[in-house]
């Protein structure tokens, strides 16, 4: 079955160290993959995609990810976290191939601390 | 760019009631349209899914059920309520299969 996965549920850094949330993939086809941040009490944003080419995307609020397609992997990075940061972040995929669907993963929390 | 309106942000059943959530879709035509819930704040479980006009595909059995009778209208329904239908439910639309995804809000639904 095509799934992602994100195999941490919380992830802590302090404020201005990198971070990084995992995400890894397993889906047939043309892989295209996605973060959404949800902050408290509010819906989902959209933060950066993956489609094709240039394996490193760049997003909103200073996010980057990295296609790597070895490791099946998308990880979401950020070279200085914010406490504003902290938010629930999903990775979600959808393919080529005529797959309809939009897949999340389970969600990791992110908690910045000051 | 695209919106969805999604209603009510909250809402309180009893149990053994009726429910109706709706969604509206402002600014494309023919999205895919997708219910999701979410538990606990967590993960976001696919409820149905929908490609066009009465044309819904469900993805988990359960109590609820939906239906899509205009293009840029998606609802989610339920003749009896359970106490296991609490939840925040998304509406959530997408255009192309290489393009991101669009929000609603949310409602969260408590069943008492």
């Known amino acids: 079955a095509q799934s992602v996965a994100q195999p941490e549920d919380q992830v802590n850094v302090a404020e201005g160290n990198p971070l990084t949330v995992k995400c890894t993939y397993s889906?047939?086809?043309?892989?295209?993959l996605f973060w959404y941040v949800q902050y408290p009490n509010r819906g989902l944003q959209f933060l950066l995609k993956y489609i094709t080419g240039d394996n490193l995307v760049k997003g909103s609020y200073g996010f980057e990810a990295e296609f790597n397609k070895s490791q099946t992997s998308f990880h979401l990075k950020k070279p200085s976290a914010l406490v504003s940061d902290s938010a629930l972040y999903f990775c979600a995929f959808s393919s080529s191939g005529g797959y309809q669907k939009v897949t999340f993963g389970t969600g990791t929390k992110l908690q910045v601390i000051p | 760019s695209q919106t969805i309106h999604q209603w009510p942000a909250t809402l309180v059943q009893p149990v053994g009631s009726p429910l109706s959530l709706e969604c509206t879709v402002e600014?494309?035509?023919?999205?895919?349209l997708y219910w999701y819930r979410q538990a606990a704040g967590r993960g976001l479980q696919l409820l149905f899914y929908s490609v066009g006009i009465g044309q819904i595909s469900s993805e988990v059995p359960q109590n609820l059920s939906a239906s899509r009778p205009q293009d840029r209208q998606f609802i989610l329904s339920s003749k009896k309520l359970l106490l296991s239908d609490s939840g925040f439910y998304l509406c959530?639309?997408?255009?192309?299969?290489?393009?991101?995804?669009?929000f609603g809000q949310g409602t969260r639904l408590t069943v008492v």
């Open positions: 959530v639309g997408r255009i192309q299969l290489n393009t991101e995804a669009f």
């Open positions: 889906v047939s086809g043309n892989p295209y």
């Open positions: 600014g494309t035509s023919n999205p895919n």
